[in-house]
Nanobody
């Protein structure tokens, strides 16, 4: 089992920055991918960013160049640095771990490949 707890969300004006954190506990060693997804009211879940065990990163088109994913393995913590925030970034942000569902070299962008999810942290961007 893997437990994921997100933090760092909040309200910010457009153009501002936030850094989300995701503290992982439990058996995380078999997770190839860690990722961030978001869901706005009335919209489907959207891939934001992912990182694999080799440190390769991927980003959704809407956040490329603005968001940066990173991880501190010593602290078992995943981060998402969000800069130049826009109103359309407003959503609940979820951290996820694949728990061994993704094979080595596979994509970290598909939500259905993730087995463990946090409860989310709300990000609200106002103009």
């Amino acid at each position: 089992q893997v437990q994921l707890v997100e933090s760092g969300g909040g309200s910010v004006q457009a153009g501002g920055s936030l850094r989300l954190s995701c503290a992982a506990s439990g058996y995380t060693d078999n997770s190839y991918c860690m990722g961030w997804f978001r869901q706005a009211p009335g919209k489907e879940s959207e891939f934001v960013s992912g990182i694999d065990s080799d440190g390769r990163t991927s980003y959704g088109d809407s956040v490329k160049g603005r968001f940066t994913i990173s991880q501190d393995n010593a602290k078992n913590t995943l981060y998402l640095q969000m800069n130049s925030l826009k109103r359309e970034d407003t959503a609940m942000y979820f951290c996820a771990a694949d728990g061994g569902l993704v094979r080595y070299g596979g994509s970290c962008q598909r939500g259905h490949d993730y087995n463990y999810w946090g409860h989310g942290t709300q990000v609200t961007v106002s103009s």
